[in-house]
Nanobody, 129 residues
């Protein structure tokens, strides 16, 4: 399964960016999906998760600033990022977990997103002060 991200780039502190993700040939609505990020010399951090039932959550570090959404008609997953700050600078990855029998998509917190079995190539987000 291939995931393709787009929308990264540079922003000033306080600005906004929207990341997008698509799974060519598959439906984003059929997967447990999310975003995680990794800054230089830091570990992976789950940022947001959305389940096949539409339930979703974001990490405390981005609460009230980032929103995850899915457009089934366009088959796209989004991460809307507002009020960016330099600490948000990182490589952002779209991730998906296949709907295996018995797999439970935990959406109360995006803790498991970095361990999903599929991920994209990443898109860089750089925020300057």
């Amino acid at each position: 399964v291939q995931l393709v991200e787009s929308g990264g780039g540079s922003a000033q502190a306080g600005g906004s960016l929207t990341l997008a993700c698509v799974i060519p040939g598959a439906s984003v609505s059929s997967y447990c999906m999310g975003w995680f990020r990794q800054a230089p010399e830091k570990g992976r951090e789950g940022v947001a998760v959305i389940g096949t039932d539409g339930s979703s959550s974001t990490a405390d570090s981005v609460q009230d600033r980032f929103t995850i959404s899915r457009n089934s008609a366009k088959n796209m997953l989004y991460l809307h990022m507002n009020n960016l700050n330099p600490e948000d600078t990182a490589m952002y990855y779209c991730a998906a977990h296949s709907p295996d029998k018995g797999y439970y998509c935990y959406t109360a917190a995006p803790l498991g997103v970095p361990n999903f079995n599929y991920r994209g190539q990443g898109t860089q987000v750089t925020v300057s002060s």
